[in-house]
């Protein structure tokens, strides 16, 4: 469903694009170039915004405050992560790493890994992390969260599929890995006493605690990450200490989606602060992939 609702948007954009070329490159190139970028960098506007926010929200927070150039730095490396993974990978190469389940194309005692996108994603979002496990020879299943704006615990079925396949194909437990939404996902899913399925967890940029924007959606999913819902309540009360001690959780000060800040730590897991990194971005950040990839290794 997300692939084609991308592949739809970046098709109206293109449209959108010859059309404006095509009427004003005649009248004036500098207007028709002017014109070209607005259309393509239009939601640099939006992101901007949500920076703004970001900053006024997290002046309350705990976590280090984000200099103005950090945010700066930051909203310019989301709007280019930004076309990359909602306008290339999501729409159009979601399936460009199939899913490493077969004997012969992993290599034998590798730790297996789930990994869960966020909100508003699919399996796409992960390419670059599909790529360094395909070449390092872990099994791996990258799951596809529908409906796109479902209740949270109605990916359960999901997510039991994927650790039972990567489980079968590695001999044991596999790691979960996961983006923003998806980490509430895990942590659902959890509540049906299955720790014992899980080697560890990792979560980027997760609203554990929900986030504030959770109160501009009117998906049921949106809805479940609206700061102190009785679903996230909830969620807290179900978790035993020893729970948490199986997670750790990335974190950022320019986190654009997830603020205030502390709310994408867990209490009790090994929060990992990295300044100055945008939502998105931090999935793909050096730091967390590199030390992301080498617990995963040493397991």
Avoid at 72 to 85: G, K
Avoid at 136 to 157: K, M, Q, R, T, W
Avoid at 176 to 200: I, K, P, Q, Y
Avoid at 208 to 224: C, K, V
């Amino acid at each position: 469903m997300i692939a084609r609702l991308q592949q739809a948007v970046v098709a109206l954009l293109a449209a959108a694009l010859v059309a404006w070329l095509t009427w004003a490159w005649p009248r004036s190139p500098a207007l028709a170039v002017a014109g070209a970028t607005a259309l393509l960098l239009g939601h640099a506007a939006v992101l901007a915004l949500e920076f703004l926010m970001l900053r006024q929200v997290n002046r309350a927070d705990a976590v280090p405050q984000a200099r103005a150039v950090q945010l700066v730095r930051a909203w310019w490396q989301e709007v280019w992560m930004a076309l990359r993974v909602f306008c290339w990978r999501q729409p159009f190469r979601a399936g460009a790493v199939p899913d490493q389940l077969l004997p012969g194309t992993f290599a034998p005692g590798r730790c297996g890994v789930v990994l869960v996108h966020g909100f508003m994603c699919n399996r796409g979002f992960w390419t670059p992390w599909l790529q360094r496990l395909r070449r390092s020879g872990h099994p791996f299943v990258a799951v596809n969260l529908e409906p796109a704006f479902g209740a949270i615990d109605g990916y359960a079925a999901t997510l039991e599929q994927a650790v039972a396949q990567v489980t079968a194909a590695a001999g044991r437990p596999p790691v979960l890995v996961c983006h923003s939404m998806g980490g509430l996902v895990v942590r659902a899913w959890l509540r049906g006493g299955v720790d014992r399925r899980v080697a560890h967890v990792i979560t980027i940029g997760s609203p554990h605690a929900g986030t504030w924007l959770g109160r501009f959606s009117r998906a049921a999913n949106g809805r479940q990450m609206v700061p102190g819902n009785d679903w996230l309540a909830a969620l807290g009360k179900a978790e035993a200490p020893q729970r948490r001690e199986m997670f750790t959780c990335w974190y950022s000060n320019c986190d654009n989606i997830v603020f205030p800040s502390s709310t994408a730590t867990l209490p009790g897991a090994d929060n990992r602060f990295i300044p100055g990194v945008s939502h998105v971005a931090m999935a793909f950040h050096p730091d967390v992939m590199h030390a992301s990839l080498a617990k995963i290794d040493a397991l």
